[in-house]
């Protein structure tokens, strides 16, 4: 849980600033004459699971960047924080203007924080050494970093400060990241200015990415629900802000943050009925058409059945209380799932085996494969630095995984199973095997060049992508939907499939009935692969016969 952060107001407080925000966002009172319903930017997403809205906040925030991206900043003024009365006059000009420009699309951001233009260039939104009451938005704690050439970058879009472990983590010292930090490690980053605002946005996206890597996961998903809440209050600013910008003039960026809500809004939307339907006894999931194929079924455990004395051998020893998971519930869910469902036992015992051995740290290291150009598109910065780092207290993802049985399989379709042994839910449906395996008759050859299906245990990325695949058109259906195809880096553990991620063989939604390698799956199941990254890394089974023995690679 993060420390309080200065954009967590009073309540008094909030009740004055909302008169300075009806004049910021809405000098005429159309803006909140929109309906609420139908306009995407006006959008209540607070009730989105945590890992959804961080993909709403990421779109937010990549329009962010893109606007300010061409900034022409006021120059840089040295502050020696001499004259309170000046500064403080300076914040009420400053509102005055603000109500103005708003009004004249003259707003601007700086930093993140809403400002305005004057003379063809964004003012700074607050004088460095007081306390800024311009708006909600703006914060009203103090916003210096402790030195005239540091700069508080917006929390509400950047995130917080480091705390004094992720300084020591990024070698930051106080003389040069401000003491503000250590005073206030949740009130926003600090950037170093260097004399000049110019691309100030980019360093605190630079430096905010580089924090959420020391925390090991987005500042987003590390807010308590009570902080949350209180944080949502102001981003709702921020979506006055973007309606009133894209209502005067919808421009290609906006359209691209208009098109990314709605795919999320859709895909959540398209996930909670997946999982309505799932969460009946023995109702199958919508994907209709993929159990027709296979003649399979959706498998749900009923949770008032009580488990019998199935041995704790596979079950016990994976998760404790610290990981946040009720314990009990999660044995005896997955007892149940031994004992009464139609997944293959001999492969879910192989991947709750996998899951114990790494269940506190990355003990299954010692041959795994990950491709070292970490500036391809589908790793996302990933190197085997961060990704240790990722798994340095074990595996995070220990409610959701993925079995693909190669077993039982018609034609170059496999048996897929999701499981989630928190809910507990299960849902079965098909997978697309290599034509390498199973046409070409090359077994599980773990080649390049073979176009075979890699049999293993598998950590994925904790980030998906957009996968582009060799034949765009193919995939332009999906893509109008869904708007992306979402794909999964995958890093196999064993000798039998360490070069998954060198052999470009991820997990990824396709509309082919086969595949190169890839364990791609039917846009029906999408939130599936969101789902494994967004909690990632999570395991993913390739199982079959012959199964190299996990012990082998590990510690």
């Known amino acids: 849980m993060l420390e309080k952060s ?119 939104p607050w004088n460095k050494s007081v306390r800024d009451d311009v708006s909600r938005s703006n914060t009203n704690s103090y916003t210096a970093c402790g030195a005239s050439h540091l700069f508080r970058c917006n929390p509400v879009i950047f995130g917080p400060g480091p705390d004094e472990a992720q300084m020591r983590t990024l070698d930051l010292d106080g003389g040069n990241s401000g003491v503000e930090w250590r005073h206030n490690p949740a009130g926003g980053i600090c950037v170093n200015t260097g004399g000049t605002y110019r691309d100030l946005s980019k360093r605190c996206a630079e430096m905010s990415k580089k924090l959420d890597e020391a925390r090991g996961k987005p500042w987003i998903k590390d807010l308590s629900d009570e902080d949350f809440k209180t944080f949502y209050d102001h981003f709702t600013d921020y979506q006055n802000y973007v309606n009133d910008i894209c209502k005067r003039k919808k421009t290609d960026t906006c359209l691209a943050l208009e098109n990314n809500l709605r795919n999320i ?123 240790e780092k990722l798994m340095e207290n074990g595996l995070r993802n220990k409610c959701q995984f993925v079995i693909n049985d190669t077993r039982a399989r018609r034609n170059c379709r496999g048996s897929l199973y999701y499981i989630d042994l928190c809910k507990p839910q299960s849902h079965s449906s098909y997978f697309n095997m290599g034509v390498g395996t199973c046409l070409e008759g090359r077994r599980f050859a773990n080649e390049p060049g073979k176009k075979t299906t890699l049999l293993g245990a598998f950590f994925t990325s904790n980030e998906h992508f957009n996968f582009r695949g060799s034949n765009p058109e193919r995939y332009a ?79």
């Open 477 to 555: 259906d999906i893509r109008k939907t869904e708007g992306e195809v979402a794909s999964l880096q995958l890093f196999g553990l064993q000798e039998s499939n360490n070069g998954a991620s060198e052999q470009l063989k991820y997990m990824h939604v396709s509309p082919y009935k086969s595949s190169w390698g890839c364990p791609s799956v039917g846009q029906d199941d999408s939130w599936v692969v969101r789902t494994l990254a967004r909690n990632g890394p999570s395991l993913v089974l390739n199982y079959g016969d012959n199964m190299e023995d996990i012990d082998k690679c590990t510690q």
């Open 6 to 124: 200065f954009f967590f107001t009073s309540s008094n407080k909030k009740k004055n600033h909302s008169i300075v925000l009806s004049a910021l966002f809405c000098f005429s009172m159309d803006c909140y004459d929109d309906n609420r319903k139908n306009n995407i930017f006006l959008e209540d997403f607070s009730n989105m699971p945590r890992e959804e809205f961080f993909e709403v906040h990421k779109s937010y925030f990549e329009f962010f960047t893109q606007q300010e991206k061409d900034t022409v900043y006021q120059e840089f003024i040295k502050s020696d924080y001499s004259n309170l009365l000046q500064e403080l006059m300076q914040i009420f000009s400053n509102v005055i203007l603000a109500n103005s420009y708003a009004a004249n699309s003259r707003s601007c951001l700086f930093g993140g924080w809403i400002s305005f233009r004057r003379n063809g260039r964004c003012k700074t």
């Open 265 to 387: 809004k859709n895909r959540y939307e398209r996930q909670s009925r997946t999982e309505a339907y799932m969460n009946l006894a023995n109702c199958p999931p919508p994907s209709s058409t993929v159990e027709q194929v296979l003649g399979m079924k959706s498998v749900v455990e009923d949770s008032a059945r009580s488990p019998s004395s199935v041995d704790d051998e596979y079950c016990s020893g994976i998760v404790d209380d610290e990981d946040g998971i009720d314990t009990e519930n999660w044995i005896n869910n997955c007892k149940r799932l031994l004992e009464n469902s139609d997944i293959p036992t001999d492969a879910l015992k192989y991947a709750l085996n996998v899951m114990k051995i790494n269940a506190s740290s990355f003990r299954s290291d010692k041959c795994y494969g990950m491709l070292e150009n970490s500036d391809h598109y589908s790793m996302g910065g990933m190197t085997k630095d961060k990704f």
